[in-house]
């Protein structure tokens, strides 16, 4: 298993504006269509509402396979099932999800602004998924989820109490149904960086007017929370048995964090990956955790 590090940048445009122009008459539909297509867990109706607490959990390619990985989290651990179900499958191995919206895999209860209160259903569903995964053994546990800078960023103006980073940092120890099974291997995926704009509307926008999708990228040190990463790496790598992913150089140099990369749009709203974008990450997570 190979943690990557954020050393080089994407390539951010598709470098010419006059075919950026002419495309851009079909932009809104086609940038559009992406961002509605649902991943590979999404569409096959394993992400559970914010009410149900009875865990579904999914499998995906060979059923017989003799090896097996567990994707446990939220919708920011579903985003990446696209790309991790494509490279199982060239692997010869199942993969597993136990995936609930709005739900963190950390043993940290949340607020839920669609609920407007604690999302209690959320302890609910983790605790029971946690004793599925342990029981069903796998030979991996993917774990991602939305950062708690990210969460504050969604919650401002509302009601929500505000996420402590000291809370969310131990939690990175907590998550994992390593510490109540010894030997299961955990991988946590860092959060994908995040954006202040409906990356959509902004490219559709950019396009339709013959500008660069660049209009819409984010400074790094707004997007992405480098120093709350650092911390999470340090604890997870404390942990026998845990490695950590860090995906980020997928999306951003040492200045800037990309939306419109080699010609695909990377995220279908502020914080969720673009399904095709996503399939062009296969390479990358499978030598990560291949």
Not at 20 to 31: D, M, Q
Not at 71 to 87: K, M, Q
Not at 119 to 129: G, V
Request: glycine share 6%; hydrophobic share 40%.
């Amino acid at each position: 298993m190979r943690v990557t590090g954020a050393t080089q940048g994407p390539t951010p445009d598709v470098g010419d504006l006059a075919k950026e122009a002419v495309a851009a008459r079909g932009a809104p539909a086609c940038i559009a269509a992406s961002a509605a297509q649902p991943s590979t867990a999404r569409a096959a109706g394993c992400i559970l509402s914010f009410e149900t607490v009875t865990p579904k959990a999914c499998v995906f390619g060979n059923k017989d396979a003799g090896r097996s990985i567990a994707l446990f989290g939220d919708s920011h651990a579903d985003h990446w099932s696209t790309p991790l179900i494509e490279a199982a499958e060239k692997n010869d191995t199942k993969v597993v999800t136990w995936l609930k919206s709005g739900c963190r895999a950390s043993r940290v209860t949340v607020w839920a602004t669609k609920l407007k209160r604690n999302y209690t259903e959320c302890d609910q569903w983790r605790a029971q998924s946690i004793r599925q995964i342990i029981a069903a053994r796998p030979n991996l546990v993917v774990i991602s989820e939305i950062a708690l800078d990210s969460l504050d960023k969604m919650s401002a103006g509302t009601q929500a109490p505000v996420s402590q980073d000291a809370e969310g940092a131990p939690a990175c120890t907590r998550r994992s149904p390593r510490s109540a099974r010894p030997g299961l291997k955990v991988a946590v995926i860092r959060d994908v960086p995040f954006s202040d704009d409906h990356v959509d509307t902004c490219v559709s926008r950019a396009l339709w007017r013959g500008e660069k999708p660049s209009l819409c990228d984010q400074k790094r040190t707004e997007a992405a929370n480098d120093a709350n990463a650092a911390v999470e790496r340090s604890i997870v790598r404390a942990v026998p048995g845990a490695s950590y992913i860090d995906m980020t150089n997928q999306f951003c140099d040492a200045r800037t964090c990309h939306v419109f990369i080699n010609g695909k749009i990377a995220y279908r709203d502020q914080h969720h990956l673009a399904t095709p974008f996503a399939e062009t990450l296969e390479p990358a997570v499978e030598r990560a955790l291949f």
